[in-house]
């Protein structure tokens, strides 16, 4: 990692801006705030970042239609500021592929340790990929080809996948024929713990069927467990 990861902090509120830079350039971090997504995407073009944190609810455009955007500009980790009880931002925050959120109001102490987790997640998935990586994983007849993040049907023809079911697929993958419950999926993907009401891994497995047309009702490769969570169950092949 970094010995001093750049930053960019996106927040209309100029007291959250001028706290967190203060914060986080205490334990170590570099830090350039935006307030709003103009800004954002200037500050993005004239600098280099390891990760961004970003407020959802932005003057003049959505956060995650900035979120969209980064996304088409490189992977960087992205961490959403959400509304306390809003399940919904949650969700579509994941289905961008946020890497993780923080409820507003939150403490700083803990946005700073989901940064730290997240940098770490970031830094060991390049370690393993630069360590030597399947070109390409073959289950059911479908082929994902990790160094593209490229899914494609038994025809060959590319399926689109957004960050949050692309990572969502590998991690079923990687523990192809075990059970997962939805608390160690949500944290696999995200290093946190579910909520008792957090329906953010059933949506993102339902979307994933759907790319994958694996009918929900009789679904044949990713099964849900009664009680449990889901399974891959599906034979695995690395190239």
């Not at 990790?146 to 494609?152: E, K, N, Q, V």
């Amino acid at each position: 990692m970094d010995p001093m990861p750049h930053l960019l902090i996106v927040d209309d509120d100029r007291e959250i801006r001028e706290l967190l830079s203060r914060f986080l350039e205490r334990n170590h971090f570099r830090v350039t705030a935006a307030r709003d997504g103009r800004e954002a995407r200037r500050a993005w073009t004239a600098g280099h970042y390891q990760l961004v944190v970003l407020d959802l609810m932005l003057p003049d455009e959505s956060g995650l239609d900035v979120a969209r955007w980064l996304r088409s500009q490189d992977n960087v980790p992205i961490i959403m500021l959400t509304a306390m009880s809003d399940e919904t931002d949650r969700i579509i925050g994941l289905e961008f592929g946020a890497d993780d959120y923080v409820a507003k109001p939150f403490n700083p102490r803990e946005l700073l340790a989901r940064i730290r987790a997240v940098l770490r997640r970031t830094t060991e998935i390049a370690e393993k990929r630069q360590t030597g990586e399947a070109r390409q994983i073959r289950f059911s007849g479908w082929t994902l080809e990790p160094s593209r993040r490229r899914l494609l049907n038994p025809d060959g023809a590319e399926v689109p996948l957004t960050g949050g079911e692309y990572d969502l697929l590998v991690a079923l993958l990687d523990r192809a024929n075990r059970v997962l419950t939805r608390d160690m999926l949500l944290e696999l993907l995200r290093g946190r713990q579910a909520g008792p009401f957090d329906r953010a891994i059933d949506v993102a497995v339902s979307r994933l069927r759907r790319k994958l047309e694996d009918d929900g009702r009789n679904a044949q490769v990713i099964k849900t467990v009664r009680g449990g969570g889901y399974v891959l169950a599906s034979e695995v092949e690395r190239i």
